[in-house]
């Protein structure tokens, strides 16, 4: 049972495009978690989906974020027109049940923003 | 609310000596209670949780941490630090809601 991944593992945007972040979680995982680490800090709760369902995204900032766990295929972070401050490790987790005792989380995805 | 206190953003010891590295936290219901470590340019990896029942908690690569709830701690420690030891360590509360949070770290050096 592959763990849970994250593409790319590295990232480097221009300020202004766009970045595409991708999780999938592992097998038999429906529920899906996101968390931003910056640097010299811990990680910080961005947003946690199910399948088609946004059920919680009080972390993520208001503008230029979004997020999606499709129905089929890998969840999706975007942000929009990338800003310096958005240079971050971007790590997803994912879990069976709803909650964390059960949960795994991917390598994390680093983007750097130049 | 939740919330994590790691107290020490980096922490020494040499080779063979005891490591511990110190968690507090508060929470409003029962915690679960997590420690990870991430070594340079990697993921998280889950070191041990206490969820519920005995209180000492038994991880990999001989960590233990011991849940005392009077003192709304979660302390991870090891009889004797190797040199693959060294990493940073978090420190996370979950109340098996949406969210974990975690500590700022602690970064562990060990000198040979």
């Known amino acids: 049972n592959a763990g849970v991944m994250q593409n790319p593992r590295h990232l480097v945007r221009r300020r202004g495009q766009e970045a595409r972040l991708r999780c999938s979680p592992m097998?038999?995982?429906?529920?899906v978690y996101w968390y931003r680490q910056l640097p010299e800090e811990g990680l910080k709760f961005m947003v946690y989906?199910?399948?088609?369902?946004?059920?919680?995204e009080s972390g993520m900032p208001k503008e230029r974020f979004s997020a999606e766990f499709p129905k089929e295929g890998p969840s999706i972070l975007r942000i929009q027109q990338v800003v310096r401050g958005d240079s971050a490790a971007y790590f997803c987790a994912s879990s069976p049940v709803v909650g964390y005792t059960e949960a795994f989380f991917g390598q994390g995805t680093r983007l750097t923003v130049v | 609310a939740q919330s994590v206190t790691q107290l020490g953003s980096h922490v020494s010891v040499s080779e063979g000596a005891l490591v511990l590295l110190r968690c507090n936290y508060s929470?409003?219901?029962?915690?679960?209670l997590f420690w990870y470590v991430q070594y340079p340019n990697q993921g998280l990896q889950l070191l041990l949780k206490y969820t519920t029942g005995a209180t000492l908690v038994k991880g990999i690569n001989g960590f233990e941490a011991e849940f005392k709830k009077s003192e709304t701690s979660f302390h991870l420690t090891k009889p004797s630090a190797h040199m693959s030891d060294a990493a940073e360590y978090f420190c996370?509360?979950?109340?098996?809601?949406?969210?974990?949070?975690f500590g700022t770290g602690t970064s562990l050096t060990v000198i040979p």
């Open positions: 929470s409003s219901v029962p915690p679960y």
């Open positions: 989906l199910q399948k088609e369902n946004i059920i919680d």
């Open positions: 996370a509360v979950s109340d098996t809601g949406n969210q974990f949070y």
């Open positions: 097998k038999g995982h429906s529920h």
